[in-house]
């Protein structure tokens, strides 16, 4: 919820850039899904003059999200979702369960 409120100024976890992939019936485990920061973003292929500023900002269209091979972009609509680590201050990292989600470079 912390990051579509701190990008967007609302709760909504379909427009959050971090999805958790619930495994009920199996494990149990609770899996975070968000962008890898890929130092090659193939999501990004053939934008060439504005990949730096593209890389930082937060909403995208559907058409990057298809492109990643991770499947780590949320798409509502004609939306994607990436994460932009919050400008360098990831939120979501703040207020989750210590060290269940962590930056690790």
């Known amino acids: 919820m912390v990051c579509a409120l701190f990008h967007l100024g609302i709760i909504n976890t379909e427009k959050s850039a971090i999805r958790v992939k619930k ?3 199996d494990t149990s485990l609770n899996t ?4 890898r920061q890929c130092k090659e973003m193939k999501c990004l292929e053939g934008e060439e003059g504005i990949k730096d500023k593209a890389r930082n900002r937060f909403v995208w269209s559907r058409v990057h999200a298809e492109r990643c091979p991770f499947d780590a972009l949320s798409i509502l609509e004609e939306k994607a979702y990436h994460c932009n680590l919050c400008g360098g201050d990831p939120q979501c ?7 269940a989600i962590r930056l690790v470079p």
């Open 23 to 25: 495994d009920d019936l």
């Open 93 to 99: 990292i703040k207020v989750c369960t210590p060290e």
């Open 32 to 35: 975070p899904v968000f962008c």
